[in-house]
Every structure is written in C-alpha cells, then in structure tokens.
C-alpha cells in the first residue's frame, strides 16, 4: 500500500501522488516516512524534501521550514508537507540562486537574521541540485 502525498504552500499545491517514502529534514534530524506510519507532527527546517515515487524514482524537493503531518486511518497513511516555501528541483534556477548568493555574502552583514535565513535557503537549494 502507498502513501497519498500532498506537498503545498500557502500559494500553492507543489506536488500530491502516491508514494511508497518520505524523507524530510525536521528542526530535530532527518524523518523518514513509510506505509502505516504512526500518527506524527514534525517542525520541518529548511533544507531537503525527497519523496520516492511507486516506480522508484525519486522526487526531490527544497522546502523552507513549516510542518510534515502524518495520519493513518484504516490503513491508509497521508502526509501532508505544508511548507512556507517549497521547490522542486526541477523548478529550481541554480544560476539565479548562485547570484543571489553571492550578492547577500557581499553585502557582509553577519549579524542580520533575514540575510542569514536566505543564505541558509539559497545554499539548500544549490545542495539539492549539486548531482545535476
């Protein structure tokens, strides 16, 4: 049996099928996700969302924080991944990401929280498309 994944942001649905794991990295460590899984709520960090699709394949997604719901109920499990933000790596523009990188390291303001928060979201999503 597989799980029914719903993967979306307050924009928009980014993905939703069936698959067979979820893989998401929580403010606590990585989570793994599988068929029958018990009832679990997780604070999701920025950084990796992958999700193995019925034909083996995976999907590979940067999500930047929000919540990972798991429900099981007659033997059906759902998870929800209800993200601020979240990519696909398919949608990511690595050339875009690595400007914006470079120019929020040169402004050099170490003590600015939002500047660290889009660093830490542009190098997530240059990480998940290093194997290209």
Known sequence: MALEVHVVTPEREVWAGQA???VAHG????VG???????????????PLQIQQEDGRWLKAVVDGGFLHVSTEEGATRVDVL?????????????A???????LRSTGDDDDEHAKTEIERAEARIALTASR
């Not at 993200?83 to 050339?95: C, F, G, H, P, R």
């Open 33 to 47: 996700i599988l068929t029958g899984h018990a009832p679990l709520l997780v604070q999701l960090a920025i950084g």
């Open 83 to 95: 993200a601020t933000n979240a990519q696909l790596e398919s949608e990511i523009d690595v050339d």
């Open 20 to 22: 067979t794991e979820v």
């Open 27 to 30: 403010v606590d460590g990585d």
């Open 97 to 103: 990401v690595n400007r914006r990188l470079e120019e």
